[in-house]
């Protein structure tokens, strides 16, 4: 990505869109229309705001924004994400209580949590954790759309069994490439000794702008970015939530996003329906 963002006017962001999509239709469009599902297609012609997070996560060059958004949707039809429900995904999965969304940081920015000490490293389930994380994904732009995720990777009592490389750089790839303007920060906590080398190799992978949204915490420092009502007890918090499956973790019955993040929803609803 590029260092800064360039100042545009609104006419010339107008601009900017419009050639991303003369340019994405004659440069890649034209002999690979199969490459792609046609809802997606359909989807980067009619919305705006869809094309603009592309040209933004890339600093309005062109050039990289439609080369994001071939990979990108490629992905997408690669992953069937059109059509992916929890029932496209294994179930076991689900069970490990490894990967999940719950909470939300201190900005109003849900929780995208990964609880390292549950992933085993297997090359044989790989496929299946990867459309495991997709459908997480995939679950909150339906629901949120333009809504920023902060990943929480807890390493707590993980070891050498739990570093897997291709998976962190594929959940890298997630925001870097398939999902334009998702992912607010990173927060590594309480990160062993014994992952420095692999973080070393992890570190290389990532742009500027990416490395900037890395925060390593430790047990003292995570309230800075997660307050403790929305930090299991190990953590120094305060949620009494813990995983099960089924069904899926729902924040609905207790909150609503508003412009400014979290509210209870108790009270949204009384001041929606102008009840003190």
């Known amino acids: 990505m590029a260092s800064a963002e ?4 609104e006419q010339d962001i107008e601009k900017k869109i419009e050639e991303t999509r003369r340019r994405f239709k004659t440069e890649y469009l034209k002999d690979a229309c199969d490459r792609y599902d046609r809802r997606d297609l359909e989807q980067l012609e009619s919305d705006d705001w869809l094309v603009d997070a592309y040209l933004t996560w890339q600093h309005y060059a062109v050039d990289r924004t439609i080369k ?3 990979e990108s949707f490629h992905w997408r039809k690669a992953f069937q994400l059109n059509d992916i429900t929890e029932s496209c995904v294994p179930k076991w999965t689900f069970e490990t209580g490894a990967i999940y969304l719950h909470g939300y940081d201190k900005e109003g920015n849900k929780l995208f949590w990964f609880n390292i000490s549950r992933h085993v490293k297997d090359a044989k389930t790989m496929q299946d954790k990867k459309q495991y994380v997709a459908f997480w994904l995939e679950q909150h732009v339906k629901q949120h759309r333009g809504k920023p995720l902060t990943v929480v990777f807890d390493m707590s009592d993980s070891g050498v069994r739990n570093i897997d490389l291709e998976f962190v750089k594929y959940i890298i790839s997630c925001f870097r490439t398939y999902y334009p303007k998702l992912l607010s ?3 590594l906590y309480e990160m062993p000794w014994i992952m420095n080398a692999a973080w070393k190799i992890i570190k290389s992978w990532l742009d500027a702008d990416s490395i900037e949204k890395l925060k390593f915490v430790s047990k003292n420092e995570v309230e800075i970015y997660i307050s403790p009502d ?4 190990h ?3 305060t949620d009494p939530f813990k995983y ?5 973790p729902d924040d609905s019955s207790q909150f609503l996003v508003s412009e400014n993040g979290p ?3 108790a009270v949204e609803n009384s001041r929606i329906h102008g009840k003190d």
Request: hydrophobic share 30%.
């Open 6 to 9: 360039p100042s545009l006017s």
């Open 68 to 70: 994001m958004i071939d």
């Open 185 to 187: 920060k990173m927060i």
């Open 230 to 233: 929305n930090l299991p007890p």
């Open 235 to 237: 953590m120094g918090g």
């Open 244 to 248: 099960s499956y089924p069904p899926l």
């Open 263 to 265: 509210s209870d929803s």
